[in-house]
C-alpha cells in the first residue's frame, strides 16, 4: 500500500459516517438565538433535548469541528447558550454547538444529581452527530460553566473513553466536587478520582476570586469536598506529564493571572488557568469588568489541539 493511500485512509477515517448528507429542511443555521431545539433519545430510552447551533457555511462535505456547552445547575441549554454565545460568529465562525439540558438540570458530578450516566449519554450522542452531520471526529470540543464545567473537566476528561474522543476541554467556574463526603476535607490536598486515556489532555479553566459559590479555594460543599482550583489545575498538569511548576504571567494591570503549565514547544499552555480579580461566580466577559473573554480564549485554545496529533 503506497503512503499516499495509507493517508487518505487516514483522512478518511477522521471523517465522520454523516459527511455527504443533506441537512433536515426543518433545522436552521446562525447565531445566537437560532439554533434548533432538538431531542435525542438515549438507547435507554431517555429523551435529552439540547439546542443545537449550525454554522452559516456549513458544508455537508467537508469535516466540521463540534463544541458542547454545559450549563451550570438549574440552568437550561438556552441559557448557556445566551451566557457563553459559542454560537456567535464573531467568535465561532466555523464549528458546531451543542447546549444539551441536564436532567433535572444538572449534570453528573453535582451531588444533587439524579444518577443519570451523562458521560455515557454524551458519548451517545456524539455518535448520533456523526451519523447525521459531517463531524471532525479529531475535533470535539466540551466547555461548561459550573456545574457544566465540573462535568466538563472532571467527568469528561477524568473517563478513558471520552478522553480519546473530545481533543480539549474548558470550563468556566468550575465544580470540582471530590469523595463522598466533607469530613475531613482538606482543599488544598484532597485527592482525585480521575481516569484519562491518554496523555497530554488539554485543560482550560476560568475562575473568579470572588466566586461565592464554587469558592476559589475550595472547601466543603453539599457533603462532597471542593479542591482550590490551583490544587485541580496543578494535578491535571502533573497527570498529563507536565509537571508542577508554571508559567504565571500578569494582564490588565494584575487583575487577571495566567497560569500555563508545559514547557515544550508543542505542551506550553496545555494546562492553563486564567485566575480573575473580583469576578464571581460568573463567565468571564470583558463588557462586565472581567477583562477577558473566556469564550474567545476557549475558541483560540480549541484551535490548537486536536486528536489526529497535527498541534
Ligand atoms: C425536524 O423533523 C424531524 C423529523 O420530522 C423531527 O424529528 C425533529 O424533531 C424536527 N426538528 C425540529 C428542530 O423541529
Ligand atoms: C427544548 O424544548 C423542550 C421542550 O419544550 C424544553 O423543555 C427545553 O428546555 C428546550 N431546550 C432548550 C435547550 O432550549
Ligand atoms: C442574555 O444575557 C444577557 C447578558 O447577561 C442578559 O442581559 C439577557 O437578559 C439574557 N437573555 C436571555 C434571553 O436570557
Ligand atoms: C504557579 O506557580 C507559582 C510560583 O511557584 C505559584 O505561587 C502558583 O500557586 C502556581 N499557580 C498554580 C495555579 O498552581
Ligand atoms: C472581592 O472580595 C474582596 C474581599 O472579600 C472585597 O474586598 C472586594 O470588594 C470584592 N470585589 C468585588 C468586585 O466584589
Not at 63 to 81: D, V, Y
Not at 139 to 146: C, E, K, L, M, T
Not at 196 to 209: A, C, S, V, W, Y
Amino acid at each position: 500500500m503506497s503512503i499516499l493511500c495509507v493517508f487518505l485512509q487516514y483522512v478518511d477515517a477522521i471523517k465522520s459516517v454523516g459527511c455527504g448528507k443533506a441537512v433536515s429542511a426543518n433545522l436552521t443555521r446562525g447565531g445566537v438565538g437560532s439554533s434548533n431545539n432538538i431531542t435525542y433519545t438515549t438507547t435507554s430510552g431517555v429523551k435529552r433535548t439540547m439546542l443545537l447551533h449550525i454554522p452559516i457555511n456549513y458544508d455537508i462535505n467537508s469535516k466540521t469541528p463540534l463544541i458542547f456547552s454545559f450549563h451550570g445547575h438549574g440552568r437550561t441549554g438556552a441559557w448557556q447558550e445566551n451566557l457563553t454565545r459559542f454560537s456567535d460568529e464573531s467568535f465561532n465562525p466555523d464549528m458546531f454547538v451543542v447546549y444539551p439540558d441536564g436532567i433535572n438540570a444538572m449534570w453528573q458530578g453535582d451531588p444533587d444529581a439524579p444518577g443519570y450516566d451523562d458521560v455515557s449519554f454524551v458519548l451517545e450522542l456524539i455518535k448520533s452527530l456523526e451519523d447525521e452531520f459531517c463531524i471532525d471526529k479529531a475535533r470535539i470540543y466540551s466547555s461548561g460553566q459550573s456545574n457544566g464545567g465540573g462535568f466538563s473537566l472532571n467527568q469528561l476528561a477524568c473517563d478513558p473513553i471520552a478522553s480519546n474522543k473530545i481533543a480539549a476541554f474548558m470550563g468556566g467556574s468550575a465544580a470540582a466536587y471530590q469523595g463522598t463526603s466533607d469530613v475531613g476535607c482538606n482543599a488544598a490536598t484532597v485527592p482525585f478520582d480521575c481516569n484519562p486515556g491518554r496523555d497530554f489532555i488539554p485543560i482550560l479553566e476560568t475562575h473568579g476570586l470572588n466566586d461565592t459559590t464554587i469558592a476559589y479555594y475550595g472547601g466543603p460543599r453539599k457533603d462532597r469536598c471542593l479542591p482550590t482550583i490551583p490544587h485541580f489545575i496543578t494535578e491535571w498538569a502533573k497527570r498529563d506529564g507536565l509537571g508542577s511548576s508554571n508559567i504565571t504571567t500578569s494582564q490588565s494591570s494584575g487583575n487577571v493571572i495566567k497560569y500555563q503549565f508545559g514547557a515544550s514547544i508543542h505542551a506550553t499552555g496545555l494546562v492553563t488557568h486564567y485566575r480573575i480579580q473580583g469576578m464571581g461566580h460568573s463567565w468571564p466577559w470583558k463588557s462586565e469588568g472581567h477583562y477577558i473573554d473566556a469564550t474567545e480564549i476557549a475558541m483560540e485554545f480549541f484551535n490548537n489541539y486536536r486528536l489526529d496529533g497535527a498541534w
